[in-house]
């Protein structure tokens, strides 16, 4: 045994990047779902930790590179509220502001509104009015009518499109809903990234999309991957 094995200390780094541990297709996907969750806008790495089932952000960060990168993955444009911010107009800001206040039921504290589904940032309101409780006393004040024109809707789509169910790939919200309905479980084995880190969830085809199966809810099925990708090659992945 030779003992003395050179090793370069330059090869040697502190931080473990796993970008290997998991399958980009399996980020991407997580990364839509969330946008879908959060109605199509942009969102940080602390909203994707809030809502991410598969992994944490710091797995999609090191495997993108950057935050950027990683929404750039999607492929689908997101509403942008920080590009946005000079176009956002006081009455927008405060029109949010008493949606989740009164949603809250008392008035947001800097925690409470980072961990809303609000349109824009908290940041926004301080350099708008100069502090948050100054944003807050604003609204109280009614000295702006908070009716928002009609601004920041989303674009409608064109209808186009084949039925759902025609279409191999699930989409978000039928993701979503199998998933809940299966308790975010693998309905084989039962394993549940609650409980078993490193457990990525799919949703899966009961009757393979190639054999006929359609994309409707009663069957798909929630999958782990080790379920998923155990099974015989005639069935088929559907993240
Ligand atoms: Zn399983």
Known sequence: MNKD???DRSQLKLDRRRVDALPRDVLVAELRRVAELLGGRRFSRRDFDRHA???KGSVVLSHFGSW???LDSIGVPLKDYRYDRKQITDAQLLNEL???WSGLGHRPSKLE???SDAAYSYTTYKQRFGGWVNACAVLVSGA???KPPAAIEPRPQPSTKPP???NRTV???LRLRVLTRDKFRCVLCSRTPAINPGTVLHVDHIVPFSGGGPTAESNLRTLCDQCNWGKGADHERAV
């Open 113 to 115: 509104w980072e961990a």
């Open 98 to 100: 008493a949606r989740v």
């Open 5 to 7: 094995v050179k090793v």
């Open 68 to 70: 950027h990168a990683a």
């Open 53 to 55: 089932i598969a992994c």
């Open 164 to 166: 759902p169910e025609m």
């Open 171 to 173: 989409p978000l919200k």
């Open 144 to 146: 702006i009518d908070i």
